[in-house]
């Protein structure tokens, strides 16, 4: 089990200002900010990070929302990381999220759900490795 974990805020959360308290209530949770970057994904970055999902209908969605602007991506650490940091999300619809997740407070709906969470020891490496350098991590 790995301390580390991978997340974005996304677009839908950046534009709408949400970047600092979705922030705070990550490190308030306990979380250290081990790397992080505010970057805007092209839709060719998008499509290689999302190509596990290509064959999926909302494929060609997903890649234009994660284009649409500016996210925030940062790698995480806590014991714990990624099931700890899947709780602090909450589900995907937020309107099945428990009360006090990111996204009960941020999210607006399924395909606009604030932030994203690695699901796996694995998944996070990948998903931070697509991310950040070795030089840019602490």
């Not at 290509?54 to 997903?62: A, C, D, K, T, V």
């Not at 602007?69 to 909450?90: M, S």
């Not at 009960?104 to 694995?122: M, T």
């Amino acid at each position: 089990m790995s301390n580390r974990t991978f997340t974005m805020i996304k677009p839908d959360a950046t534009s709408k200002g949400y970047t600092g308290a979705i922030l705070d209530q990550i490190i308030k949770a306990g979380f250290s900010i081990k790397a992080m970057k505010w970057i805007k994904l092209s839709e060719e970055q998008a499509g290689l990070f999302y190509d596990i999902h290509r064959s999926r209908p909302f494929f060609g969605e997903l890649v234009e929302f994660m284009s649409s602007g500016p996210i925030v991506a940062a790698i995480l650490e806590k014991d714990n990381a990624v099931a700890d940091f899947r709780t602090l999300i909450g589900a995907t619809n937020p309107a099945q999220a428990a009360e006090g997740t990111i996204r009960k407070n941020f999210a607006a709906s399924i395909g606009e759900n604030a932030v994203h969470g690695s699901d796996s020891d694995d998944n996070a490496a990948i998903e931070s490795d697509f991310f950040f350098s070795k030089l840019e991590r602490f």
